[in-house]
């Protein structure tokens, strides 16, 4: 300060002696040339001839004042044209007269400015400087409004993926893996109007190349004159309304936390697809290119202004996605809302570190804070909408039985349910705690899991709690033979979606051979429970003359022998009616069953054929009204079990049955087939029908 001082002192002092000694302009500048000869510091004396206040810095002003106020924005001429138009020879002309009275108010800033005219010359200068000031302003709002290249949605295929997206691969892809939607990631990206940077983040460019230029050439002259405060604001509300309307363009809307509470899921649901987008376009892509237009035009100039612009365009779309994501942070919880929130999550996750570096410094370190603690939210939101699936499972008590038998519906949710959570095993191991999983470490079977993950160890109580539930509801039916047929039903289906996704290699091999051995002793019950009575139809003990029924040393007693022929045909149409709308959608575990069935029956039903017909055959009248069923018929009748269509048998072993618009029709008799459905197509033998192969040994 005293330095400043003591150099206008000096000015003064040299000033007053040129007026004194000065008679005319040319000895005035020689005299000046010298004073400034010895010290530098009255090189500023050159801008002043004379002190009568019409020198040459008086003409030069008045030179280019005419300029600047041609361009007043309040004149004709100002209001209804652009200098960075189509003119641009003026606004080079206009440009120089701007530095040259930036310049001379610069110069008399440092004057003692004693005199009244060297004062009215100052504000003369101030005075253009601030209209020039105004002009510059309208032209650099005008600029970013001309030349912003609005987003098309179009354009942001291929420029934004998902991560999922790219495990799937790319639709663009020919024969051999070669591409064939041409050009490189980077060439791609340019024709976008994109940049992709050393981190591979692109940089979306809403703004025409060309006019950088002209904005650093007006901005420079705006911050060097005083007005970068001026500049910052026009830039910063011009580009905050661009960002703005990209999120509206992409479907986002100002929504409050009331307003995203009542909406329906189906409505949020939507309004979160496109949220999802919103944050990898604009902050993964449109705010990387704001930053990067501002380093462009302020970046040389005012490194701390050019981050104060940039966090004042920027923040409000940002914080307008933040706070989004916060209302649904806390909307109310349920199963289906899981998905959309880890999608959320992984999102933000994916976008943050750019966010961090793209607001750091002290003007954005909120709006990085507040993104930081939407993660976290969005997190203990996932978490809780985990544990109320988890207890969904567990309340599930419905009463009602599954008709048929079939798969309950609650097993199919949750089995695509989990097959669709483990895709987000990555995330959800971050957010899971393994102490978090309530799972008693006697049990052998966890330590033999496919992963010591939280994830495993989640899923591992979640399918042991839906086995628990299967078996209580299979309790619902009367008939164990039926309760078996369920629980060998919903088991496989359960061993069957593990092993046709990535839940094999979470649970591991021997959680899959555990239930397969489930599956095959429920096999066994169902064939004990269900055919047990008839096949005991088939023994000999019993139905002969000697004592006690035994056929040793005895004849055959004919009532016995008919008593057993027709509790069996009681027995199997009783099973024939029962089972046919029984229902075994797994067709290799169907036709394995079927088989096993066979493999039981049709031998034992043909021996005692064999040995005992002879003895009804008296007559052939006796004979038919007892054996109505060849091991041929009975063979065929077993392909209608399981199919979960009612069917009868009628008196003679015919049967009838309309179902969905087919008439199927039964015969009886030696060697018999069945015309089924539609012409062409005839089933004749269960083992012609089916393999051979023990496919239950593979449950």
Not at 477 to 483: F, H, L, T, V
Not at 534 to 546: F, H, M, P, Y
Request: with cysteine; glycine share 8%; charged share 30%.
């Amino acid at each position: 300060m005293a330095a400043a001082e003591g150099d206008e002192r000096v000015i003064a002092t040299a000033q007053q002696i040129v007026k004194s000694l000065g008679t005319t302009k040319n000895v005035t500048k020689d005299m000046i040339m010298i004073l400034s000869s010895f010290d530098n510091r009255l090189s500023t004396m050159t801008e002043l001839l004379g002190g009568s206040g019409t020198g040459e810095m008086e003409e030069r002003l008045e030179a280019a004042e005419t300029k600047i106020m041609h361009w007043d924005s309040n004149s004709s001429a100002g209001h209804h044209s652009s200098l960075w138009g189509d003119l641009s020879d003026e606004a080079e002309d206009f440009l120089g007269a701007v530095d040259e009275v930036a310049g001379l108010t610069e110069s008399l800033r440092k004057l003692s400015l004693a005199s009244d005219d060297e004062r009215e010359l100052l504000e003369r200068a101030q005075f253009a400087l601030q209209i020039a000031m105004d002009r510059l302003e309208d032209e650099f709002q005008q600029v970013l409004i001309r030349n912003t290249v609005p987003l098309e949605a179009d354009r942001l295929k291929g420029s934004i993926s998902t991560r999922r997206e790219d495990d799937v691969g790319s639709e663009c892809s020919g024969e051999g893996g070669e591409p064939e939607c041409g050009g490189s990631e980077e060439g791609d990206a340019a024709d976008r109007g994109a940049c992709v940077d050393d981190e591979g983040v692109v940089a979306l460019d809403l703004i025409q190349q060309e006019a950088i230029s002209d904005l650093k050439v007006i901005a420079h002259r705006m911050i060097r004159s005083g007005y970068g405060e001026e500049c910052c604001h026009v830039y910063s509300s011009v580009r905050r309304d661009v960002l703005e309307e990209c999120l509206s363009i992409l479907g986002v809307d100002k929504l409050s936390i009331d307003d995203v509470q009542k909406m329906e899921w189906n409505t949020l649901d939507g309004k979160i697809r496109r949220w999802i987008q919103a944050v990898k376009v604009v902050i993964g892509g449109i705010i990387s290119g704001e930053h990067r237009l501002c380093d462009q035009i302020f970046g040389d100039l005012d490194g701390k202004m050019g981050d104060m612009c940039f966090v004042e365009a920027a923040k409000g779309a940002v914080l307008q996605l933040l706070n989004f994501g916060e209302a649904v942070s806390i909307v109310r919880r349920s199963p289906e809302k899981l998905f959309r929130i880890l999608d959320m999550y992984d999102a933000l996750a994916e976008v943050l570190p750019n966010l961090g570096s793209l607001f750091s410094g002290n003007s954005g370190d909120h709006v990085v804070e507040e993104a930081k603690t939407l993660l976290v939210s969005l997190g203990e939101a996932a978490k809780g909408t985990f544990a109320e699936f988890d207890n969904a499972v567990r309340r599930e008590t419905s009463r009602t039985p599954i008709q048929g038998g079939a798969i309950h519906p609650l097993v199919r949710y949750v089995m695509n349910y989990l097959k669709l959570l483990v895709d987000y095993s990555d995330t959800l191991n971050v957010l899971m705690d393994s102490e978090d999983v309530n799972i008693s470490e006697e049990d052998d079977e966890i330590k033999y899991l496919g992963s010591s993950s939280p994830m495993a160890r989640r899923l591992f109580s979640l399918l042991s709690l839906l086995e628990a539930n299967v078996v209580e509801k299979s309790k619902l039916y009367k008939d164990a033979a039926i309760q078996y047929i369920f629980l060998m039903n919903n088991i496989q289906y359960i061993v069957q979606r593990v092993k046709d996704s990535e839940l094999s290699a979470l649970l591991g091999d021997r959680w899959v051979k555990k239930r397969r051995g489930q599956v095959r002793q429920y096999a066994t019950g169902y064939l004990r429970s269900a055919w047990h009575k008839v096949l005991s139809c088939l023994k000999d003990e019993g139905i002969g003359s000697g004592s006690g029924g035994s056929l040793s040393g005895g004849s055959v007693s004919k009532v016995a022998l008919k008593e057993r022929f027709k509790s069996f045909n009681l027995g199997f149409e009783d099973i024939y009616r029962n089972q046919t709308a029984w229902n075994v959608p797994h067709t290799q575990l169907r036709e394995e069953l079927r088989i096993s069935i066979s493999e039981k029956v049709i031998p034992a039903y043909r021996s005692f054929m064999g040995r005992f017909r002879s003895h009804l055959e008296s007559t052939r009248r006796h004979a038919d009204k007892y054996i109505k069923y060849t091991p041929e018929d009975l063979e065929t009748y077993l392909l209608d079990l399981f199919e979960g269509v009612p069917l009868t048998l009628d008196s003679k072993g015919d049967g009838i049955h309309l179902s969905e618009g087919k008439v199927i029709v039964t015969y009886s008799g030696l060697g018999a087939s069945r015309r089924v459905g539609k012409p062409g197509f005839w089933r004749t033998g269960l083992h012609e029908k089916a393999c051979s192969a023990n496919i239950l040994n593979k449950y």
